[in-house]
């Protein structure tokens, strides 16, 4: 078993750019949820996607959006970059069915530098 | 709204020494509790999980238990070693929150020899 995949593993992108980072959740897992840890802080949630649709969303702003494909892989996007966006985003993946109480399996997360 | 404090590092100790990281919880329902740990450079891995009030986590060594009327989830381990030095995160979930887990802001752990 894979895990939590995420690519790439680092990225250096300039300031105003848009950014793609992606996600395949650990076989059987069906939920999948971005993260954004800044650095010397704690995971912040971004959003949880299942059945492709955003179910939940944290304190962030629209310039954060995702995707979930039929094969539960997802993406989160970033538009117009700013320099406070740099941090590590990791993505979490989870089966449904077991509610609220299970764990997350983490990804090795993705290193986003804006400059 | 849930929320989770931690102990403020950095933390330095001695190999063998007896290692306790304090985390204290606020939350409207009965939520889960999780410590997970972090290696330089890696994503987050799952150290032990209390679903309910006296419960006991256990792994690797390290222990937590649930208490409900301290609202604490502290990680304790006996006797470290170097290979435990990495940062520690305590962190909840709940049926009010989904699935979403809040976390606190992390305890950095050296261990030396």
Known sequence: DAGVTQSPTHLIKTRGQQVTLRCSPKSGHDTVSWYQQALGQGPQFIFQYYEEEERQRGNFPDRFSGHQFPNYSSELNVNALLLGDSALYLCASSPRDRVWNTEAFFGQGTRLTVV | ?113
């Open chain 2, 1 to 113: 709204g849930d929320s989770v404090t931690q102990m403020e590092g950095p933390v330095t100790l001695s190999e063998e020494a007896f290692l306790t990281i304090n985390c204290t919880y606020t939350a409207t329902g009965y939520p889960s509790l999780f410590w997970y740990v972090q290696y330089p450079g890696e994503g987050l891995q799952l150290l032990l999980k209390a679903t309910k009030a006296d419960d006991k986590g256990s792994n690797k060594g390290f222990e937590a238990t649930y208490r409900k009327e301290t609202t604490s989830f502290h990680l304790e381990k006996g006797s470290v070693q170097v290979s435990d030095s990495a940062v520690y995160f305590c962190a909840l979930n709940s049926a009010n929150t989904g699935n979403q887990f809040y976390f606190g802001t992390g305890t950095s752990l050296t261990v030396i020899p």
